[in-house]
């Protein structure tokens, strides 16, 4: 997939969702907290007022300024509190921390709440107007905790956090996963047309060599005939020229033969027989073409490995094999070997030629595909279609240098 | 804010300072001065109920010779060794009563170069949970 239409339809949704969950998480928890800090407001206007009056009450019965300030530190909410007079001048103050009494007494108004920013965590602070029964007008400083508050915050900001990291990891993966299904789902839809570009390629080919075969046939059996007549007729010292004719017109029958036969559909007429007498078979047509070649070919198979196979197919097939290995490994053995596994049988064929670069290996079964100068590519794919044909698999492997190996896997019987 | 952070001020307040009524001089952040001083006297008192006695600095300002007490911090806090004669910077709350040495509520010391922060600009003690323990260095001069 383009990296343009991956960060298009993957990343930028994503992302996009992303941001919108966050910054509704933001809004959320900003509004909460304002929401909670305006509650808290009230309840700390509500308290100075009911502290206000109790202050006014024990300052009506005559109780000294530091007894009634102690009595309202008690509450483990308040942090500090002042009694001012009415020009706001202390005149008594207790904290739970050593001197510590936040007031600017320029800045504070009655029945404004302001918050004080504290090591210990915020404080809201308020002033209360105090009136005792005789008239006297205090002022009431109060620094409430808002612990409460803000572990309720701390919460809501770690429960936030929590569920922007599930969404991200879960967002992350669900778009992982879509990325990778339509990537799966273009590769194979690449594969797919690849795959019948090649079949109508095959297709193509097929139906011209089919043509190519059967106008070539007709007029090469009348060569073959005329020169037949004329090797009779004519002196002894031009017979050898006509003889060579012979065998030519021979080979061109021959490759058109092959090219027929790859064309057509393979039909294997299936008998029980033993994978060591088809190997055998099989080096023996190859001695026929090549007895030297035959001679390097070692065959370590047992006997008794049984298939149900198409004799003439299948004795083709390793000859094709057989006959590709030496070609690339002109002087060394071929080693050929056979066993069963499971109910299945495979076999082996080994040679010590060059090996098979990587890309050749990919397309070394394709029809029409040779790296040899004097090779059509029929061998090989051939071999393949007769194999596939039995319900069999073949394989290429090699290390660069280390020539080449030809796994072929049967159905055993 | 975190659990530790509030942890320390509040275990503080309940254990130490939860009775303790504080009737003194406060730290008034109107009445902030900046005094450059040579230290006389070092003293050891009791200055809040219910708390260890505090390091207090008598001094006396450059060129008016005028005589200051200087509340530093709890002994605990506060490990530095301060000598009579030292030349130190105060920032502080100033705290003036009739017929007694004005007391300054230091927020800020300067002793042989070094900086000690002692209260934050309200007047919040460090070693209530301030900048020094969030670092994690509970008092000063301590190795």
Do not use: C
């Amino acid at each position: 997939m383009k990296r343009r239409n991956a960060l298009l339809f993957f990343v930028f949704p994503f992302l996009g969702v992303f941001v919108f969950f966050s910054l509704a998480t933001v809004l959320q928890h900003r509004d909460l907290k304002a929401r909670t800090e305006a509650l808290v407001r009230g309840q700390l206007a509500a308290t100075a007022g009911i502290l206000g009056k109790t202050v006014s009450r024990f300052l009506d019965e005559g109780m000294p300024p530091e007894t009634v300030l102690d009595t309202i530190l008690a509450d483990e909410e308040i942090y500090f509190v002042a009694l001012l007079d009415e020009s706001k001048d202390v005149l008594a103050w207790n904290s739970r921390f050593e001197g510590y009494l936040p007031i600017s007494v320029s800045q504070v108004r009655d029945d404004e709440a302001g918050i004080i920013e504290s090591p210990a965590g915020k404080i809201f602070s308020e002033m209360a107007a105090v009136t005792t029964a005789d008239g006297r007008r205090y002022h009431l400083y109060l620094g409430y905790a808002l612990t409460g508050m803000e572990e309720m915050i701390a919460q809501s900001r770690r429960t936030s956090l929590l569920l922007s990291g599930l969404v991200l990891a879960l967002g992350a993966l669900f778009f992982r996963g879509l990325y990778r299904v339509q990537s799966r789902y273009l590769d194979k839809s690449r594969e797919a047309e690849a795959e019948r570009q090649e079949k109508e390629r095959f297709r193509e080919i097929s139906a011209f060599t089919a043509g190519v075969a059967h106008e070539i046939k007709n007029p090469l059996n009348s060569l073959a005939l005329v020169l037949e007549l004329l090797g009779r007729k004519v002196p002894p010292e031009t017979k050898g020229d006509v003889n060579l004719g012979k065998a030519q017109v021979r080979t061109i029958a021959r490759i058109v033969d092959r090219f027929s036969r790859v064309i057509k559909v393979v039909q294997p007429d299936l008998e029980p027989l033993t994978l060591d007498i088809l190997l055998r078979q099989a080096v023996e047509s190859l001695s026929a073409e090549s007895p030297a070649a035959s001679s390097r070919i070692r065959i370590e198979a047992g006997p008794g490995l049984a298939l149900n196979a198409d004799r003439d197919l299948l004795v083709q097939a390793l000859l094709n094999i057989l006959k590709n290995a030496v070609e690339a490994s002109e002087t060394a053995p071929i080693r050929v070997s056979a066993r069963r596994a499971g109910d299945r049988v495979e076999v082996v064929i080994r040679d010590e030629g060059p090996g098979v670069p990587a890309e050749t290996a990919a397309r070394i079964f394709e029809p029409f595909y040779s790296t040899k100068g004097k090779g059509m590519g029929i061998g090989l794919y051939l071999a393949r279609k007769i194999i596939e044909a039995h319900g069999g698999t073949i394989e290429a492997r090699s290390r660069d240098g280390e020539g080449a190996e030809f796994r072929v896997d049967l159905p055993g019987a | 804010m975190n659990r530790k952070r509030l942890s320390i001020p509040l275990l503080a307040a309940l254990t130490a300072a939860a009775a303790a009524p504080q009737g003194g001089p406060f730290y008034n952040v109107d009445k902030e001065i900046r005094v450059e001083a040579t230290v006389r006297e070092i003293v050891l008192e009791p200055r809040y109920k219910g708390t260890a006695p505090f390091l207090v600095l008598r001094v006396e300002e450059s060129g008016s010779a005028r005589a200051f007490d200087v509340e530093i911090a709890p002994s605990w806090f506060f490990g530095q060794d301060v000598h009579g004669g030292e030349k130190v910077k105060i920032v502080g709350s100033l705290a003036e009563k009739p017929g007694a040495t004005p007391i300054i509520i230091a927020r800020e010391l300067q002793l042989r170069g070094q900086t000690y922060q002692l209260r934050d600009k309200h007047g919040f003690p460090s070693w209530q949970g301030g900048p020094q323990h969030k670092r994690g260095a509970r008092r000063f001069g301590r190795p």
